[in-house]
């Protein structure tokens, strides 16, 4: 299966841990994003990568959250000192450039539990 | 207010019917998706339409770009259409989407 894969799929923490997802993209989609979705809403952006830049960043990404995508392949979204309003869906997604398709593609997502 | 409205939030038919979700939206745009979410997260692109009408299979999405609305319609609606359709822009200028509240349908055999 060469789609968007989320690790981990589920992840039970305590509050005030950390945390870490990782998401690999589509080869070769250079446009890696994460969003945020809880029970009954629609996803929320979180941000966004060109390649290994981080072009834009949504306000709802607190200095607790940090995103990377060091080589421009898979990228991290590191949560620090989790608390329960951070339960919630965690989605990658992915898309080619301009001129090829430029449909999007998600993962199945890596759902978060602070307890 | 939204910048992605949809309508209805939720939707029950009959297995058969003839089912058209809403979505407007407030701001220019690129794009216009349409998704769909089965329980369990998976979210899968159906259409992404700038303007006109796409068709695939018993599904068709139109948008008017003049008056800033787009429809899904499900063609003899069957129960493994159940899920979340969810509409998205790709906002002018920017690369992000921004989503829509989803509207939960259900068929009925």
């Known amino acids: 299966d060469t789609g968007v894969s989320q690790d981990p799929r589920h992840k039970i923490t305590k509050r005030g841990q950390n945390v870490t997802f990782r998401c690999d993209p589509i080869?070769?989609?250079?446009?890696l994003y994460w969003y945020r979705q809880t029970l009954g809403q629609g996803p929320e952006f979180l941000t966004y990568f060109q390649n290994e830049a981080q072009l834009e960043k949504s306000r709802l990404l607190s200095d607790r959250f940090s995103a990377e995508r060091p080589k421009g392949s898979f990228s991290t979204l590191e949560i620090q000192r989790t608390e329960q309003g951070d339960s919630a869906m965690y989605l990658c997604?992915?898309?080619?450039?301009?001129?090829?398709?430029?449909?999007?593609?998600f993962g199945e997502g890596s759902w978060l539990t602070v307890v | 207010k939204n910048e992605v409205e949809q309508s209805p939030q939720n939707l029950t038919a009959q297995e058969g019917e003839f089912i058209t979700i809403n979505c407007s939206y407030s701001?220019?745009?690129?794009?216009l998706h349409w998704l769909q979410q089965h329980p369990g997260g998976g979210i899968v692109s159906l259409f992404m339409?700038?303007?006109g009408k796409k068709k695939h299979g018993r599904l068709i999405a139109t948008i008017n770009i003049q008056e800033k609305h787009s429809s899904l319609h499900i063609t003899a609606s069957h129960p493994r259409d159940s899920a979340v359709y969810i509409c998205a822009v790709t906002i002018q200028g920017a690369q992000k989407l921004v989503f829509g509240q989803g509207t939960r349908l259900t068929i009925n055999p």
């Open positions: 997604a992915s898309r080619p450039d301009r001129g090829s398709g430029n449909t999007i593609y």
């Open positions: 080869s070769e989609h250079n446009r």
């Open positions: 339409l700038s303007s």
């Open positions: 701001v220019g745009i690129s794009a």
